[in-house]
């Protein structure tokens, strides 16, 4: 392990449940390997939280999507690591427990800081892995930088929100964040568990870790609200169509849900543009896939290194 990439203590998040209150916890991770938590300066003033979990083979380079955080790979960084694999987990600027400047909410931004980080690897060329937004933001990486082996893009990568929202203020009120006023840490593992019954405690706690518990026990997010407008704004102006052909690299396509809705003709395009991509779809799972299916995301991450 690089001592100038990471250093901290081998902890991560987990909720535990009392008689009358949910609290956050510090704990040693359960992860094979367990991971390291640190930080890598990207600019004066800014660092971002990274983990990373020891391995010889070729690295893996794991970035969230909008408003998530590190802790959602670690069910896929699990397998990876079995496998033998260094994995390191980014919390981009705003995210988790990374630096939450002033400025530099978008794609092209956080595909630079993603640079800076990825440099760590010395002549270690990852795989660069992006979920959702994180999608877009590995792609544009992969078009300025050529230390990358291969990339894989886990439903996200073709988001083109500006075919689908004529102005950005019809997409900004179609996606912004729901307020959080008044919700509980509790109603929010409830809820969580409601809707993914599937998923393990792991994933539910790492979804947790999006937001920050107050001494009320009540929940706001880690990304800012006017940083999440910023961000989403430069998806719905950024076109990775533009990109496609000059990303020279593999490029697994791993789009989730339902291959006949709206995703398909962006998927298709992608796989047709992209020089040396790959489509594997989830069909009918979730936008998280990595969270719900993690053995079967890494298996297929494995075969790109």
Do not use: K
Request: glycine share 10%.
């Amino acid at each position: 392990m690089r001592q100038g990439l990471l250093g901290g203590s081998d902890t991560q998040l987990r909720l535990t449940e009392g008689a009358d209150a949910l609290r956050l916890d510090r704990v040693h991770s359960p992860i094979v390997g367990t991971p390291v938590s640190g930080r890598v300066a990207v600019t004066e003033g800014v660092g971002l939280r990274v983990l990373e979990w020891e391995g010889l083979l070729r690295p893996f380079l794991l970035v969230h999507g909008l408003a998530s955080n590190a802790l959602l790979w670690s069910g896929v960084a699990e397998h990876l690591v079995a496998a033998g694999h260094r994995v390191v987990s980014v919390d981009l600027r705003g995210h988790g427990e990374s630096d939450a400047p002033a400025c530099g909410y978008s794609t092209a931004v956080a595909a630079a800081d993603l640079a800076t980080v990825s440099a760590e690897f010395g002549s270690e060329r990852p795989v660069v892995v992006g979920q959702s937004w994180g999608g877009n933001v590995v792609l544009r990486h992969a078009e300025f930088s050529a230390e990358v082996h291969a990339v894989a893009c886990v439903d996200g990568g073709w988001l083109h929100l500006g075919d689908r929202f004529a102005s950005w203020e019809q997409c900004w009120a179609s996606l912004a964040p729901p307020p959080f006023a008044g919700v509980t840490a509790a109603s929010m593992v409830s809820m969580l568990r409601r809707r993914h019954p599937d998923w393990s405690d792991g994933a539910i706690q790492a979804t947790m870790a999006n937001l920050r518990v107050g001494p009320d026990g009540t929940v706001e997010p880690r990304l800012a609200r006017e940083h999440h407008a910023r961000i989403l704004r430069s998806l719905w102006e950024d076109r990775p169509r533009d990109r496609y052909e000059r990303i020279g690299v593999p490029v697994l396509l791993a789009p989730a849900g339902d291959p006949a809705g709206p995703t398909g003709p962006l998927v298709d395009e992608a796989a047709r543009l992209l020089p040396r991509a790959t489509v594997r779809w989830y069909a009918g799972a979730d936008h998280d896939v990595h969270a719900q299916y993690p053995a079967e995301v890494a298996a297929d991450l494995l075969a790109l290194a």
